[in-house]
């Protein structure tokens, strides 16, 4: 069965920090692009981004600068570091992982930031 399970929401004033985790099971882990993707209320869903199976990193432009990705496939965990926090970067976070056959999502954790 395949699980992924993301961590590490809240609610943080704006210029804070946090830092989510999605933690895999039940997946080559290794052989997965592994993608974060946000959600707020209202909008579509759109990718934050993204580590593929190769070590390429991709960010979305309104990010660039502020949240880093990264992947620890040894302990099949993705993170998302995300500082200088805005409000519109509430949203409810999912992360994704994605092998070019099936894609697989977590449930989601949210993330508020006050003004």
């Known amino acids: 069965q395949v699980q992924l399970v993301e961590s590490g929401g809240g609610l943080v004033q704006a210029g804070g920090s946090l830092r989510l985790s999605c933690a895999a099971s039940?997946?080559?882990?290794?052989?997965?692009?592994i993608g974060w993707y946000r959600q707020a209320p209202g909008k579509q869903r759109e990718l934050v981004a993204i580590?593929?199976?190769?070590?390429?990193?991709r960010y979305a432009d309104s990010v660039k600068g502020r949240f880093t990705i990264s992947r620890d496939n040894a302990k099949n965990t993705v993170y998302l570091q995300m500082n200088s926090l805005k409000p519109e970067d509430t949203a409810v976070y999912y992360c994704?992982?994605?092998?070019?056959?099936?894609?697989?999502w977590g449930q989601g954790t949210q993330v508020t930031v006050s003004s």
């Open positions: 994704c992982a994605n092998n070019l056959i099936r894609e697989y």
């Open positions: 039940g997946i080559a882990f290794s052989d997965n692009a």
């Open positions: 580590s593929s199976r190769y070590g390429t990193i």
